[in-house]
T-cell receptor, first 111, second 113 residues
């Protein structure tokens, strides 16, 4: 299963943009890149996903490198509520859609 | 829709006891998953199912069993509880289309003493 690598933690100031990186050098051509986040004492929730092109939604933007070996989740204006663990995962579309979660990046947001 | 529901929310077991963690989804999703999350760690896949009657092992299946007799329900069974199974357990489901996402339940916090 293709794996991802993320920094253990990052810190941001409130109201500033945050760029959360993810490396996935062994990604296969059919793997989708998904981002989830986990707020304290809750289950993970979907943030955004993409295949090749950059994606935007109301929560965030996803920038995918041209070779697809890395991606960046962009929170345009961090709020205190965005403090969470962010997981970058690859969706195995070849059967079972097994998803392997790494340790994620813990984002700290300072007021 | 209630989404993915899990019961119980909390449970304390003694070593050697057995229990079943319940998971139900009302979204008619074919794919369902069980994860465990140890303190400060990411999620580990225990078992998953691609439809009623079909289950398969994930990363850490030892000590657990599952069954999938209906589309809605995916219970996780612990036969002989051990302290190493102290964790938070999350159930999730998805439709199975390549672009879809997983929906997670609120979790069950299990302590084995």
């Amino acid at each position: 299963d293709a794996k991802t690598t993320q920094p253990n933690s990052m810190e941001s100031n409130e109201e500033e943009p945050v760029h959360l990186p993810c490396n996935h050098s062994t990604i296969s051509g059919t793997d989708y890149i998904h981002w989830y986040r986990q707020l304290p004492s809750q289950g993970p929730e979907y943030v955004i996903h993409g295949l090749t092109s950059n994606v935007n939604n109301r929560m965030a933007s996803l920038a995918i490198a041209e070779d697809r070996k890395s991606s960046t989740l962009i929170l345009h204006r961090a709020t205190l509520r965005d403090a969470a663990v962010y997981y970058c995962i690859l969706s195995d579309n070849t059967g079972g859609f097994k998803t392997i979660f790494g340790a994620g990046t813990r984002l700290f947001v300072k007021a | 829709n209630a989404g993915v529901t899990q019961t119980p929310k909390f449970r304390i077991l003694k070593i050697g006891q057995s229990m079943t963690l319940q998971c139900t989804q009302d979204m008619n999703h074919n794919y369902m998953y069980w994860y465990r999350q140890d303190p400060g760690m990411g999620l580990k896949l225990i078992y998953y199912s691609v439809g009623a009657g079909i289950t398969d092992k994930g990363e850490v299946p030892n000590g657990y069993n599952v069954s999938r007799s209906t589309t809605e329900d995916f219970p996780l069974r612990l036969e002989l509880a051990a302290p190493s199974q102290t964790s938070v357990y999350f159930c999730a489901s998805r439709t199975g289309v390549s672009t879809d996402t997983q929906y997670f339940g609120p979790g069950t916090r299990l302590t084995v003493l």
